[in-house]
């Protein structure tokens, strides 16, 4: 199994029932030829990719199926020898904005209603105009147009040129409700569809791995090849499976509320629309682009030399604050959805302590997760709403206690911390299982010990009165954002 990552590679030999045999881990670069550009060559990938699978070798172990997720929406471009073209846009290249906004002017808001979601400058879409416009001769030399690295490393080594569906959503190109291209928009790129790859839902085997591939590997020939869902829909499939209505909370160096659903009332610029793990479900994501980032820049600045224990501990000393802090330190996707947005803190006084402050960006991620709730809310069924119900938590942040019992009582909900690291191998686990009709073992929040279940204390009534203002906050400062901008 393969979590095909930004930074980071990941591989595991695992035994029926998931159980790792063997890991490793490669990190790669990404480059950053511009302000707002994020490019990665696919021949790193494949070098990553490589060195990972190459260090999951077991004498005796023999794998049965090579399974990929990874990152998403990324655009690669491969001339007719099947070779990248140029490097890879990636999703977080923000460089297509002024294509965005002809895009938009074209296609009005029947774009979003078909796609399910609203557009930003990384878009896929918007990148390939500014490909087109900007680099001529690549589109001239392009044969094969993918859209992420796990479509790419499967189809090297030897599977159909394919997307799966969860990252088909993100890239502005995807009839949500058709399953299929959308035809105005190629038609606006300009874009032959037969450029595109195959569209598979997360569980599909798309081919099997070639002599050569498997030489470079040190893998059998003919190796099913399982093109896993994208990496936010694995995530979700390892932790809490594919049942409509599950909820999940990640606190990492990002963050995020996940959940599987029906169809959204109508798309919203705050929230991510994906097809779910299997193809059948749709799944929501409300992404927090820094959460965990944000509670470790408060401990270094506030608390400079503390352990993240003594911090936790002196944060825990202080109680609820009445500090306000948005920890968008680098624009933000979710509750909002703003490029512009910075980091703030409001209810400063003189007799404010550095733990309050440690303290105020735990509950400022605590707040924003709560407005993503809000936001889902109408398209939430009645079940997920049971406030006696737990929510999984999984990342770094799921390892203090102190957090967890604050978005508790944020959310008004119980938590439970999830032992997720490897949580996007365990969903690519149990796709490559459901493709060749082998047992499917459990999502991980099965294995959940209920006595580490968090309840809200008496703390709750707190933060429900500070809620409300702080969700205020990110338009009461946007002519703030805008002028520290310079815009």
Same mark, same amino acid.
């Given at each position: 199994?393969?979590?095909?990552?930004?930074?980071?590679?990941?591989?595991?030999?695992?035994?029926?029932?998931?159980?790792?045999?063997?890991?490793?881990?490669?990190?790669?670069?990404?480059?950053?030829?511009?302000?707002?550009?994020?490019?990665?060559?696919?021949?790193?990938?494949?070098?990553?990719?490589?060195?990972?699978?190459?260090?999951?070798?077991?004498?005796?172990?023999?794998?049965?199926?090579?399974?990929?997720?990874?990152?998403?929406?990324?655009?690669?471009?491969?001339?007719?020898?099947?070779?990248?073209?140029?490097?890879?846009?990636?999703?977080?290249?923000?460089?297509?904005?002024?294509?965005?906004?002809?895009?938009?002017?074209?296609?009005?808001?029947?774009?979003?209603?078909?796609?399910?979601?609203?557009?930003?400058?990384?878009?896929?879409?918007?990148?390939?105009?500014?490909?087109?416009?900007?680099?001529?001769?690549?589109?001239?030399?392009?044969?094969?147009?993918?859209?992420?690295?796990?479509?790419?490393?499967?189809?090297?080594?030897?599977?159909?040129?394919?997307?799966?569906?969860?990252?088909?959503?993100?890239?502005?190109?995807?009839?949500?409700?058709?399953?299929?291209?959308?035809?105005?928009?190629? &038609?606006?790129?300009?874009?032959?569809?037969?450029?595109?790859?195959?569209?598979?839902?997360?569980?599909?085997?798309?081919?099997?791995?070639?002599?050569?591939?498997?030489?470079?590997?040190?893998?059998?020939?003919?190796?099913?090849?399982?093109?896993?869902?994208?990496?936010?829909?694995?995530?979700?499939?390892?932790?809490?499976?594919?049942?409509?209505?599950?909820?999940?909370?990640?606190?990492?160096?990002?963050?995020?509320?996940?959940?599987?659903?029906?169809?959204?009332?109508?798309?919203?610029?705050?929230?991510?629309?994906?097809?779910?793990?299997?193809?059948?479900?749709?799944?929501?994501?409300?992404?927090?682009?820094?959460?965990?980032?944000?509670? &470790?820049?408060?401990?270094?600045?506030?608390?400079?030399?503390?352990?993240?224990?003594?911090?936790?501990?002196?944060?825990?000393?202080?109680?609820?604050?009445?500090?306000?802090?948005?920890?968008?330190?680098?624009?933000?996707?979710?509750?909002?959805?703003?490029?512009?947005?910075?980091?703030?803190?409001?209810?400063?006084?003189?007799?404010?302590?550095?733990?309050?402050?440690?303290?105020?960006?735990?509950?400022?991620?605590?707040?924003?997760?709560?407005?993503?709730? &809000?936001?889902?809310?109408?398209?939430?069924?009645?079940?997920?709403?049971?406030?006696?119900?737990?929510?999984?938590?999984?990342?770094?942040?799921?390892?203090?206690?102190?957090?967890?019992?604050?978005?508790?009582?944020?959310?008004?909900?119980?938590?439970?911390?999830?032992?997720?690291?490897?949580?996007?191998?365990?969903?690519?686990?149990?796709?490559?299982?459901?493709?060749?009709?082998?047992?499917?073992?459990?999502?991980?929040?099965?294995?959940?010990?209920?006595?580490?279940?968090?309840?809200?204390?008496?703390?709750?009534?707190?933060?429900?009165?500070?809620?409300?203002?702080?969700?205020?906050?990110?338009?009461?400062?946007?002519?703030?954002?805008?002028?520290?901008?310079?815009?």
């Amino acid at each position: 199994m393969v979590d095909a990552g930004t930074t980071t590679v990941k591989a595991a030999l695992l035994e029926p029932g998931g159980a790792a045999l063997a890991t490793a881990s490669v990190e790669q670069p990404v480059q950053h030829p511009g302000p707002g550009r994020a490019e990665q060559h696919p021949d790193d990938w494949w070098r990553a990719f490589r060195s990972a699978v190459r260090g999951c070798r077991v004498a005796g172990a023999a794998p049965v199926a090579l399974a990929v997720t990874g990152q998403m929406q990324d655009l690669v471009v491969l001339d007719q020898h099947d070779r990248p073209a140029r490097p890879a846009l990636l999703y977080s290249d923000l460089r297509a904005g002024a294509e965005l906004a002809e895009l938009t002017g074209a296609l009005g808001d029947g774009w979003s209603m078909a796609t399910g979601n609203v557009a930003d400058p990384s878009s896929t879409c918007a990148q390939l105009l500014w490909v087109r416009e900007h680099e001529p001769e690549v589109l001239t030399r392009t044969h094969r147009v993918l859209l992420g690295s796990p479509g790419y490393l499967l189809h090297r080594a030897g599977g159909r040129a394919s997307c799966d569906l969860t990252t088909a959503s993100t890239t502005g190109l995807l009839d949500i409700h058709r399953r299929t291209w959308w035809p105005p928009v190629l &038609e606006v790129l300009g874009l032959d569809p037969g450029l595109l790859p195959e569209l598979v839902d997360g569980v599909s085997e798309v081919g099997e791995s070639s002599r050569a591939a498997a030489e470079e590997l040190e893998l059998p020939a003919a190796l099913p090849l399982v093109h896993v869902a994208g990496d936010a829909a694995a995530v979700t499939a390892g932790l809490i499976g594919a049942a409509p209505g599950a909820i999940s909370v990640s606190l990492g160096t990002s963050g995020w509320v996940a959940a599987l659903t029906g169809w959204p009332s109508r798309p919203n610029g705050a929230i991510h629309h994906l097809v779910g793990p299997t193809g059948r479900e749709s799944l929501l994501i409300g992404a927090l682009l820094s959460a965990g980032a944000t509670v &470790e820049w408060a401990r270094r600045t506030y608390l400079p030399g503390a352990s993240r224990a003594a911090a936790d501990r002196a944060a825990e000393l202080a109680g609820p604050t009445d500090l306000l802090m948005l920890p968008s330190l680098a624009g933000e996707r979710s509750p909002v959805r703003d490029p512009l947005a910075v980091g703030a803190v409001v209810g400063l006084r003189p007799s404010t302590t550095p733990a309050q402050l440690y303290r105020a960006a735990m509950e400022g991620v605590g707040y924003s997760l709560r407005r993503i709730l &809000e936001i889902m809310g109408p398209d939430l069924p009645a079940s997920s709403k049971d406030s006696s119900w737990w929510l999984p938590v999984s990342g770094g942040g799921a390892l203090s206690g102190v957090f967890g019992r604050i978005v508790a009582d944020v959310l008004g909900r119980p938590v439970a911390p999830v032992a997720a690291e490897g949580a996007g191998l365990h969903g690519a686990y149990r796709a490559a299982a459901s493709a060749l009709g082998m047992p499917v073992p459990a999502p991980l929040v099965d294995a959940v010990d209920p006595a580490t279940v968090m309840h809200p204390s008496g703390q709750r009534e707190h933060y429900d009165r500070l809620a409300d203002a702080h969700a205020e906050l990110w338009a009461q400062l946007r002519p703030a954002f805008r002028a520290l901008a310079g815009r």
